[in-house]
C-alpha cells in the first residue's frame, strides 16, 4: 500500500450534534486545516472519514465499529473522554489504532491497552498545571481568593477531575479552601439551583469544569443572579471557545482558563494560525483544532515512517 502511494484512511469520531456540537464542529476546524498544512511538511495524504458520535457514548462505539469496517486504518478522536473510552475498546478490540486528540480521563491509557495512544494530558497533569498557572496570577496581581466552590460537570472528564483534585491540590499548597462540590448534568438548560447553591456558600471565586453550553448558561446565571466573584477559574473547555466569546459578548471578558494550550511562539503554531484565518476568517485558533491537527500530524508522521 505505502508503495502504491495510497493515503492514509483516517476514521475521525466528534461530536458534531447533540450538546457537545460546538465544540465537535470547532475539533472539525483542526481537521479541515490539516491537509494543505501537513502536505507542506512533506508529510503523506490522509484520507479522512468522517464520524458524528452526537455526543452519545452509545453512538461512538458503534461509528467507530462502523468505520473501521469501512476500512478505516486509524481512527482520532473524539473529545469527550466518555465518547473515547468507548473508542478504545473498539480499537483494541479490532487491532487498529486509536490516537486521542482529546480526552483527559485517566483510566483509558492505563489498562494495557496496545492500540490506545494519547496526545493529550490527563486529568491529574491539567489540574498540576492548573494549580500552579493560578498561583502565578496570584502573584502577579497581587491578590488571591480565599475561598472557592467547585461547580463540575458529572460527566467521566468532570468525574476525574474531581477525583484529581483531592489527590493534585494538596501538593500545590493553594491559597484557598474549597467550601463545597456541585456536580450537575452537562445537558442541563437550566443552572439557576447549582448557581444559587454556589452563591450560597460565600465563596469569593468560583472554579468551574464544565463543557461550551453549560458554560453559557452558568454565565447567564451568574449575572442573573448578580453574583460578580472575584474570578472564575476554568480548568476544562467551555470558557475559550468563539461560540462562547461571540455568544456572551463583553459578559465573555472575565473567566480565566487554565487549560492544555498551544505555544504561540512556535513557527507550527503560527502555521496553523495563518491556515485558520484564511480558512475561517474571524475565528480564532484554539486548542480543540489544534490537539485534532496534532493527533492527525502523528498519525501522517507514523505512516511516513
Known sequence: VRAQGAPLKVGVLRPRSGFEAGIGQDCQRGVDIA???LKDMGLPALQIMNGDTES???????????LIGEGAQ?????????????IAQVAEQKGVPFIINIAAAPQITEQGYKFVFRNFPTAGMILSDAFANQKEVFAAAGASPKSVVFLVENDTF??????GISVVMPK???PYKVLDTISYDPTARDLSVEVAKAKATGAEALL????????ILLTRELVKQR?????????GPGWYEDQYLKTLGKLADGPLSFVPWYDPNKPLAKTLEAAMAKKYPGLNLNTNQVYTFEALLVAA????R
Open 74 to 86: 486509524v481512527l482520532v478522536g473524539a473529545f469527550d473522554s466518555g465518547q473515547s473510552t468507548a
Open 56 to 66: 452519545s457514548v452509545d453512538v461512538a462505539r458503534s461509528r467507530a465499529e462502523k
Open 301 to 304: 508522521d507514523a505512516y511516513k
Open 172 to 174: 500545590f499548597d493553594m
Open 158 to 163: 468532570g468525574v476525574a477531575m474531581q477525583k
Open 208 to 215: 468551574v469544569v464544565s463543557r461550551l453550553n453549560d458554560a
Open 35 to 37: 491537509a494543505g498544512v
Open 227 to 235: 453574583w460578580s466573584p472575584q474570578a472564575i477559574l476554568s480548568m
